[in-house]
């Protein structure tokens, strides 16, 4: 399978647009969800849900600034090339934030970018036809094939030299930055950084934390939030907040139901609405595939994640953030993720270390979710006080699917229904007033989808870079092959004919089954599975622990083979473990039978309620367990 497009589509009156194989003018725009549109074969109206539309064209990548028409991945744009994307793109923001602009507006944006207003035209002709920054940059000169972006190394000296120079009383321009970190890897011989690339990270830095740090706390205060608002917070997508929190509760493996863990929970929640955009689930510490792969959901439709899950519900929410909000972590720090946020116009904000009211909107978001948390059974609770006389590990029944199941369910149909007391309404219902509006307030409109949404997900996955030789392609000591590597087994780099080419891989951390293959023929991902495809999928998260594994035993010599048998035999222990175990034969019993299903089956409807249970008999989360009543999160 080959994913494309990186467009977003957008919907207006007039515009002409697909369903399935039919044709149609869009009429009406009815809903957040909906639009009224008129078949172009039957002239018959229809109301059709937005999730099911698509471009009317397939249309060719767009045509870049220099006339070639294939996208190349966003990691394969030097740090100059980029930056000058970047430049660009703050250049047409005012713009494309003023839908009603002026000739004078636009040439008053032409003249502080230093270029002529057609220049400036044509840069936003291009984004708009493209829907994404990369169209901005520069094509004629790119990343080296198997060049690699910044090392640990380098990362480090800047950030060292940002905290000793930069963040200072003495306030020292940026400049003296530059200098400093040149200086510093020329002393510990490592490889120099681009000026703009230490700029850029400059940039970045929270500007009320600069100012305090340099004395200037009076300044500072212009950034303080004030209780119940949020500064920029005002229209649906405008700001997005993003943590982390430990789930707690015990999960079990799906196939013996044996504890593996605490789950770790990703959320990215609409400050304007408080609506849930984006949700990942693992068992993995917070790290920045995880921040990743939430922010793509965020960015999709959540339909077809619904479907996969078995709940049922309306999540009508997608779109890009004008700005993502996040504390102080290394998550979001990750290079990867940084391009990825701006390649869709995406700012990153942090949150000051010393001021945690600023993350005030996700934390009780999380707050609401530790306490529904704490009904399931297998819960940790939050106080090691109020685990006393209670087995977590014993009580656990809840597999990873099952636990994401039910806080999927709890988000849809109960959360985002149910009043909010700092809005005075549901998240549902502010979220349909901001992109539709009533009497009072104009809507900002549908937010725009994307066409391809693997494609999105894709440019957010973590990636290696590898050569290909002829079993295919080896990473983590599994290997995947499929046809269309053939042509580059063994290339050479065409920038060093003595040295092998490599070639851009992504993967889903929760799923390492297949991998993405960026195919340099036409810049397109291509789909390449287990060259053994009668291995079982796993996680990354799995993976690594079996690596652990067979490192402790003193294995110097592991490959895919060692892997799978060692994936087996851990298997075969714990299967021995449940037999001796009396609990856990107990909840054998009372678990139906393990069964080879596809990833998207749905569980039985009459397990699962689509609303809010009328009787705690018929909550999903209420158990056979004394709920803790005053929680607070472990962080």
């Known amino acids: 399978m080959r994913f494309v497009s990186k467009k977003f589509l957008a919907f207006q009156i007039g515009q002409i647009v697909r369903c399935g194989e039919a044709r149609y003018e869009i009429t009406h725009l009815i809903s957040v969800d909906s639009v009224l549109a008129r078949n172009l074969e039957t002239a018959q109206s229809e109301r059709l849900r937005i999730e099911s539309l698509a471009s009317a064209e397939i249309d060719p990548a767009p045509v870049s600034a220099d006339g070639s028409r294939n996208e190349r991945d966003i990691t394969q744009y030097s740090e100059v090339d980029w930056a000058e994307g970047q430049r660009r793109f703050e250049a047409i923001k005012p713009l494309l934030e003023n839908p009603i602009r002026s000739r004078a507006s636009a040439e008053q944006a032409a003249e502080k970018a230093g270029v002529h207003v057609a220049t400036l035209y044509q840069w936003l002709r291009l984004y708009q036809a493209a829907g994404h920054v990369s169209a901005l940059v520069p094509h004629k000169r790119g990343r080296k094939p198997g060049t690699r972006l ?3 190394a380098q ?13 200072h009383k003495q306030r020292h321009a940026k400049q003296d ?18 000026p703009n690339t230490v700029r850029n990270r400059i940039s970045v830095v929270d500007p009320a934390l600069v100012l305090r740090r340099r004395g200037q706390r009076d300044e500072a205060r212009k950034y303080q939030a004030f209780p119940r608002q949020f500064p ?5 997508l405008a700001v997005v907040q993003i943590d982390h929190t430990p789930g707690d509760v015990m999960l079990v493996d799906d196939v013996h139901r044996l504890p593996l863990g605490r789950p770790w929970v990703t959320l990215a929640i609409d400050v304007f609405s408080r609506m ?7 068992l993995e510490a917070p790290n920045a595939a995880a921040v990743g792969m939430c922010l793509a959901q965020a960015l999709c439709s959540k339909r077809e994640y619904l479907a996969s899950l078995g709940v049922e519900g309306e999540w009508t929410v997608w779109g890009a953030m004008a700005t993502v909000h996040s504390d102080n972590g290394r998550d979001l720090r990750s290079e990867s993720i940084a391009r990825a946020c701006q390649e869709y116009g995406i700012d990153i904000q942090w949150r000051p270390v010393t ?6 909107h996700i934390e009780r978001l999380m707050g609401t979710a530790a306490k529904e948390l704490h009904k399931l059974p297998g819960t940790t609770f939050s106080n090691p006080k109020d685990r006393k006389g209670y087995s977590s590990e014993d009580e656990a029944v809840l597999t990873m699917k099952e636990f994401e199941q039910l806080l999927v369910d709890f988000i849809v149909n109960v959360y985002h229904e149910r009043r909010h007391d700092g809005i005075g309404m549901s998240p549902q219902r502010k979220w349909s007033i901001g992109i539709s509006g009533d009497e009072n307030t104009p809507g900002t409109g549908v937010p725009p989808i994307p066409e391809d949404p693997i494609r999105v997900q894709i440019d957010f996955m973590p990636y290696e870079e590898r050569t290909i030789q002829q079993y295919g392609v080896q990473i983590d000591n599994i290997r995947y092959y499929a046809p269309e590597l053939d042509p580059y087994v063994n290339a050479e780099d065409p920038e060093n004919p003595k040295a092998k080419r490599a070639f851009l891989f992504r993967r889903n951390p929760r799923d390492i089954s297949k991998v993405y293959f960026l195919d340099p023929k036409d810049n397109i991902y291509v789909t390449i599975p287990y060259q053994n495809i009668g291995l079982p999928p796993m996680s990354l998260w799995e993976l690594r622990e079996i690596l652990k594994h067979l490192k402790a035993e003193g294995l110097k010599d592991i490959n895919e083979h060692r892997i799978f048998e060692a994936l087996e035999r851990m298997r075969g222990r714990i299967a021995r473990a449940t037999a001796k175990s009396k609990a856990a034969r107990r909840k054998a019993a009372r678990m139906p039978p393990p069964k080879n299903v596809p990833k998207a089956a749905c569980i039985n409807k009459d397990e699962l309620p689509s609303r809010p249970a009328a009787s705690p008999e018929a909550d999903p989360f209420a158990m056979a367990i004394k709920p803790f009543e005053e929680v607070s999160l472990v962080r």
């Open 355 to 360: 001021q945690p009211h600023f993350g005030g």
């Open 232 to 236: 920029g917070a005002d229209y649906p």
């Open 150 to 152: 910044l090392t640990d």
């Open 177 to 194: 930055v530059v200098d400093e970190v040149l200086r510093r890897c020329r002393l510990g011989k490592i490889a120099q950084p681009h």
């Open 276 to 282: 849930v955009v984006g949700i990942y689930i693992s």
């Open 155 to 167: 990362e480090a000296v800047i950030e060292k030299a940002i905290e000793d120079v930069y963040l």
